[in-house]
């Protein structure tokens, strides 16, 4: 049976899934891992992917975020957290693809600072490079034993220096009480609206 669909999932959760990312990232930390409230059936991962990925997603998932998404790139405006550091462009993970290989594009209209690494049927994706960190979103879609299937969200880090460490550390408390609460509501409604009638889990 699947895990509640809205809880934090151990370490195995995530590494005990055949995904390409393990040999991708290999020297990235493992932050978090999520069941999201999405369940559906085998075919409809790329429904989830582009949920998650829509313009405003996680900034617009309730009033504290977008106060707090808003702080954040003033914060990192002043301090210039932002900036793309020039030596880690060739870091990029989708530099590491196979040269017959494209990454996706970013959605239309998407202010996103990840960027799309590669996306299969069951897996997708994206990397964030700043001055602080060096982070990947990873999102998979597991079956049970029941033939259902829903989604899981790791969130991988290489962090930059003492600088990365000491900001990763700062902003974990924000991320677990305002954060992923508010995206996991929004992801839940968000997908049972978009195939009214399919059974979904309710957040709480």
Not at 36 to 41: A, E, M, R, S, W
Not at 142 to 157: E, F, N, T, W
Not at 164 to 180: D, E, K, M, Q, T
Request: charged share 25%; net charge negative.
């Amino acid at each position: 049976m699947l895990n509640h669909p809205a809880a934090r999932l151990p370490e195995s959760a995530h590494y005990e899934q055949p995904w390409r990312i393990h040999d991708l990232a290999a020297e990235f930390e493992l932050e978090d891992v999520w069941a999201l409230p999405t369940i559906g059936d085998r075919d409809d991962f790329s429904r989830l992917v582009r949920l998650l990925t829509a313009p405003g997603t996680a900034e617009n998932a309730s009033t504290l975020t977008r106060l707090l998404f808003a702080a954040r790139k003033q914060i990192g405006r002043l301090l210039r957290w932002d900036d793309e550091p020039n030596e880690d462009n060739a870091a990029l993970l989708r530099h590491r693809l196979p040269d017959d290989e494209s990454p996706p594009s970013s959605p239309a209209g998407s202010d996103n600072p990840f960027l799309p690494i590669y996306q299969t049927d069951n897996e997708w994706a994206a990397e964030l490079v700043n001055r602080t960190v060096h982070g990947v979103l990873h999102l998979g879609w597991v079956s049970d034993s029941d033939g259902r299937y829903r989604g899981q969200l790791a969130v991988l880090v290489k962090p930059n220096g003492r600088l990365g460490s000491a900001y990763l550390l700062a902003i974990r408390p924000f991320r677990y009480a305002i954060v992923y609460p508010a995206l996991l509501r929004s992801l839940e409604r968000k997908w049972s609206q978009s195939e009214p009638g399919r059974p979904h889990w309710q957040c709480t």
